[in-house]
């Protein structure tokens, strides 16, 4: 077996091993095992003990009888007045009755058994006052006096406190077969049966070979609700995983796809020249104008696309901003004084909000820039900064072209543009509402858009406090 069998071999031993069935099982066995023990042990002591003590009484009672029997009967008696006193109530009671001096003597009937005059024939393994007799089994022995002479032995036979114990074992020893068997199966069925719509949710995970699959998700099992819950969020990263590789494949396609444009006409206006650009000055001086154009498109929507990748992975930085301050700052530094467009601000003093300044700033950026630039000569554009209890209003307005209707839910899609002929000569590139939605959205603000063609625009983002 080469080494990497060898691997796999242990591998598969450890997966076994750690498998939630084997677990189960084991711990099972090992507190079923360590309960058994326990009670068990706890009972064959309590009652071994009551029974002891009930048998030493008998030995007390048996003991004063005997000593009377003695004291009061001619020797040649004492056998059957022992056995008359043992028979039939004390017969687990072997008892020995000897005056040392005169030598008179008595047994009980059985006696022999015990002890014989041959002592090598029996086997006895003491304890104490305890000993074990081949044969017999426990014996519990007791050794009295009487008179100045008298030597009474007696012999208990332990016999119910050991089948009590006999008993006792095999009871425990039946139950616990019982209790694993059952037990077992038990975990068994319940941890298969549970474990099923895991395997199933590994087995579908395993199946997503490639990425464009992410959307099909896992099973989700109806119980237990740790699986349903596992599988309902597996489901959901899979599903937010799936948006986001659609988001960035969109974004790569429609990028390339802006770029292909300006470069077309560039490469267009190259050959021209190569052409006849020698033969034709004036088309030299076209050429590079337009040349000049494309590259310059080609710059902003470079420039945008970097910012646009950054912001996805830009750290947000929250601070307490005053928004009327921003707004006048910004104002005051991107407004372009040009083609006659008054700008009016409406702005309430010491307006706060909770945000990121660099994000907060693109966005009016953003959408004074459009108001300009989609409005006429002489035209108006509105700046308003207002609050209420909860929300914080920025609205923009302006007196421009305005935006059909049709078109208003999808200004916010990246490289959407309404006014393609228009955006073409400002050189827009359609990113900069979907980027403003995006840096609201982080912001935890909202973006709306109310517009009417010839009459004006206004964009409205609505911040929580
Ligand atoms: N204030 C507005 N008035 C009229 N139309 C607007 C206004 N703002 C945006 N639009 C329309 O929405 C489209 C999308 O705007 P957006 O700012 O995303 O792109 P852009 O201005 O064309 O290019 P960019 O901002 O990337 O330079 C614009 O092309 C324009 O047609
Ligand atoms: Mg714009």
Redesign the pocket.
């Known amino acids: 077996m080469n080494k990497f069998s060898l691997n796999s071999v242990d591998t598969l031993r450890n997966k076994k091993s750690n498998s939630l069935m084997y677990q189960y099982t084991f711990w099972y066995v090992i507190n079923l095992l360590l309960v058994v023990l326990l009670i068990g042990i706890t009972l064959i002591v309590a009652v071994s003990l009551f029974l002891f003590q009930d048998m030493k009484n008998d030995l007390t009672a048996v003991q004063t009888d005997l000593v009377q029997i003695a004291n009061k009967q001619p020797s040649n008696q004492w056998e059957k007045q022992i056995d008359y006193l043992l028979y039939p109530e004390f017969t687990k009671f072997n008892v020995e009755m000897k005056n040392t001096k005169t030598g008179e003597i008595a047994h009980s009937q059985g006696w022999e058994k015990i002890i014989t005059a041959d002592n090598s024939k029996f086997h006895y393994l003491t304890i104490k006052n305890f000993l074990i007799i081949k044969d017999e089994g426990l014996f519990y022995k007791h050794q009295a006096s009487f008179g100045q002479n008298g030597k009474i032995i007696i012999f208990a036979k332990l016999s119910v406190i050991t089948d009590f114990i006999k008993l006792m074992i095999n009871i425990l020893i039946v139950t616990t077969l019982l209790a694993l068997i059952f037990g077992i199966s038990f975990i068994l069925f319940i941890t298969k049966r549970n474990i099923r719509p895991l395997l199933s949710i590994t087995t579908a995970v395993n199946e997503i070979k490639s990425i464009s699959n992410l959307s099909g998700g896992v099973p989700v099992p109806e119980k237990p609700q740790e699986l349903t819950d596992l599988g309902t969020s597996i489901n959901r990263l899979l599903f937010q995983l799936h948006l986001q590789i659609e988001r960035e494949k969109g974004f790569v396609s429609d990028a390339s796809h802006e770029l292909r444009t300006p470069l077309a006409a560039l490469r267009g206006h190259i050959n021209l020249i190569k052409r006849r650009g020698k033969a034709h000055p004036e088309i030299l001086e076209q050429s590079l104008t337009a040349i000049d154009q494309e590259s310059e498109r080609m710059q902003?929507l470079i420039h945008?696309l970097l910012a646009m990748a950054r912001s996805e992975h830009y750290e947000l930085e929250l601070v307490d901003v005053n928004m009327s301050e921003l707004v006048s700052d910004v104002l005051r530094t991107y407004w372009k004084e040009d083609r006659n467009i008054t700008l009016e601000l409406n702005i309430d003093k010491d307006i706060h909000l909770n945000g990121d300044v660099g994000q907060l700033s693109q966005i009016l950026i953003?959408l004074v820039?459009?108001?300009q630039?989609?409005?006429e000569s002489d035209g108006k554009v509105i700046v308003e900064l207002t609050k209420n209890n909860k929300e914080v209003h920025l609205t923009v307005k302006?007196t421009?072209?305005?935006?059909p209707k049709e078109?208003l839910d999808k200004?916010f899609h990246r490289f959407?543009?309404?006014?393609k002929d228009?955006?073409r000569q400002t050189?827009?590139?359609?990113?900069?509402?979907?980027i403003a939605k995006q840096l609201v959205a982080f912001n935890g603000g909202d973006i709306s858009v109310k517009?009417e063609v010839g009459k004006g625009?206004e964009?409205k983002v609505i911040f929580k406090k």
Do not use: C, M, P
């Open positions: 902003n945008q953003i820039e459009n108001a630039k989609y409005t302006d421009g072209i305005g935006i078109h200004i959407y543009r309404v006014h228009r955006s050189g827009g590139s359609g990113l900069g509402l979907s517009s625009s964009f």
